[in-house]
């Protein structure tokens, strides 16, 4: 992957300059906790092994124009030593303990080297002398204060976003063991240095807790440091004079490590996927799902790792979330193998990452807030602005609760929460380098308003026509027999454009009976839709025969309306020789895109007003059904337990 010609390189020597600082942070401070509180249990560091270094000294600040109150406490804080001390039984060092040292230590001095950087460029440098030497005018009190606030939080980001690469380069997979260290609280924004040691101080407090063996070490640090970039993130994002740290990029040659802003540094990894990739002609039957798929795996592939957006993105068309509902058997999980192998080869040849990665009912956690934790990893680790991701929710219905259900547990409404606030909250960014498949057999058992975060709908309805039969029968019976196909041309009507075309035609006219009314009625008042006026009264009309049919409904329609003006597939070539499209410049592609698109027609409008609206019919009859099934269930028993309620007092 090509990095940006702004990128401004760390130097290496300027980088260890830094080390004797932070190795006397790791060695010992104090602090006293202003904001969190402290542990009884953390109270006291491990015993310190026999490594060979000597008494530990005491670390006073040595940033020029910083005066900061002596808070000592007699045991002081000795990271260095709560980190040896992680398991002890062993009285030696381990490769473990050492390498989350010297990653710790590395960290810090870059992130000291940019807090110096953003100082000198800020004129920080010279405010901090004129406050030393007591020169500083009263006129740039506030200036000083809120630079040293942001100072502090870019302090704060660097720290923990080299810290948690860099462990988890070394550590690919450092344990199973899964940590829930809670809220990070002590983040200070003094200035950079009462920052860094608050920071470390609550490490410190959460690997006395949590990293109670070795094996615990590594994901209670990473743990640590997701949440402090998360409240970090949050923080930055009302504090002045930012500008300077969020519009440069800073690179680290020698470990590969990027500074982009507040976004936390991908890994810029691949998932290794263990499932059986389908090839097209393997999905039998659904045509506008396979195509549709199809269609999206190329589309990601146009996202412009440089600029951080696909051109999809912006001149519109892309799906950024999407559901696929169908009775069971239909083809759900082949048209998953098909995607994400589609996906999978394209990334080979352009030797881009690919991350796959499925939200599973293994997710819902009995512990407050651990479902919510997991579904915000799942959702970050396919948003990852340095991955081509996909991320796929199957039996979305048993996964997040349907709001108001007593059915649903804790655990699955926070998941609902997590994932409407992704998929459509106002911090979500669509870059167009991800997409998120929800599929479902009961899709009328999702929440409504989290159903219609799905902007696209595939209908997995599995083989339709007699030769759909002929052909999945032929596919699934092998190689070992010798029986003859007879009259019929294997996969043809698998031909997808063929099939696409006919499959879009049937929507013309509503197929849901309770629609089909609507448009009939409507029709007959207006006439031909044929206007913007008139297809608006067909959607009125729609609203009132089912209120859930909203303003959200209506932008998911213009979407799927962008995606048929977008309606066709990238080249194959153009996936096979990554010169002739991947590797292009982002405006070159855009002007590429743009030259393949076609005008929105009535006819587009009209079928997937039509589709979509289908689909939200189908649902809320089928919700309403088992509403009613419960319901006569509910006075059934309720019937019973009276018997023999009546029956026990006779």
Known sequence: MST??????????????????????????????????????AAAPAKEKSTGIGTRRRFRSTTPGLVTQNTARPEGVHLAD???????????????????????????????????QYADQ?????????????K???????????????????????????????????????????????????????????????????LDQDLALFATSEDKLIPVVIA????????????????????????????????????????PSGHGKSTKLTMTFKKPHEVVGNHIAKY?????????????????????????????????????????????????????DYCANANYPFRYQNLSTDSIDSYQGKSAQNAKAFIKNVLDPNVIGFG???????????????????????????????????NTVVRGNCTFGMFSNYPENVDDALRQRAAARFLVDGPQSREDYIDILHLLMGDNHKIPVGKHKLFAAQEVKKAVSASYDKHSRPLEEELLNVFDRISSDIGRMDTIAKLGTYLKGIQEADERFTGRAIK???????????????????????????????????????????PITLDMVIQEINRYADSEFRYADKSDEVAIENAVRDMERMEEAKRRYLKDRG
């Open 4 to 41: 940006t010609s702004a990128q401004m390189e760390l130097k290496e020597d300027l980088i260890r300059e830094k080390y004797t600082a932070a190795v006397a942070l790791l060695d010992g401070f104090d602090h006293t906790p202003r904001l969190a509180r402290k542990s009884a249990a």
């Open 82 to 116: 709560r980190v040896m001390g992680s398991n002890p039984d062993d009285p030696l060092t381990s490769p473990m303990q050492a390498g989350v040292l010297h990653s710790l230590r590395r960290a810090l001095a870059t992130a000291m080297l940019v807090a110096d």
């Open 122 to 134: 800020t004129g920080l440098t010279e405010l901090m002398k004129d406050n030393l030497a007591g």
């Open 136 to 202: 500083l005018a009263s006129n740039k009190g506030g200036e000083f204060s809120e630079l040293l606030a942001a100072n502090s939080l870019i302090s704060l980001h660097v720290f923990a976003n080299m810290s948690g690469f860099l462990l988890a380069n070394a550590h690919a997979d450092p344990s199973d063991v899964s940590v829930d260290i809670g809220e990070v609280e002590e983040v200070l924004t003094d200035n950079p240095q009462m920052a860094l040691t608050g920071a470390l101080w609550e």
């Open 224 to 263: 640590y440091f997701e949440k402090l970039m998360e409240k970090v993130e949050l923080r930055a994002a009302n504090t002045p004079r930012l500008a300077p740290f969020t519009s440069a990029n800073y690179r680290v040659e020698a470990d590969d490590f990027e500074i982009n802003g507040f976004t």
């Open 292 to 344: 549709q798929a199809m269609k999206l795996s190329k589309m990601l592939m146009a996202y412009d790792f440089e600029r951080k957006l696909n051109p999809f993105a912006e001149l519109g068309g892309f799906i950024f979330t999407f559901m696929g509902d169908g009775a069971p058997g239909t083809g759900k999980t082949t048209l998953i193998q098909m995607m994400a192998g589609l996906i999978n």
């Open 392 to 426: 796929t929710i199957d039996d979305i219905d048993q996964l997040a609760g349907k709001r108001g259900d007593r059915q649903s547990s804790a655990g699955q409404l926070e998941i609902t929460a997590v994932l409407m606030e992704s998929f459509a909250g106002a």
């Open 556 to 598: 998911n329609i213009t979407d799927a309306v962008k995606v048929r003006a977008m309606d066709f597939e990238l080249p194959d070539e153009w996936m096979e020789n990554p010169d002739k499209f991947l590797t292009k410049d982002y405006d070159t592609k855009k002007k590429m895109i743009s030259k393949l698109s076609k």
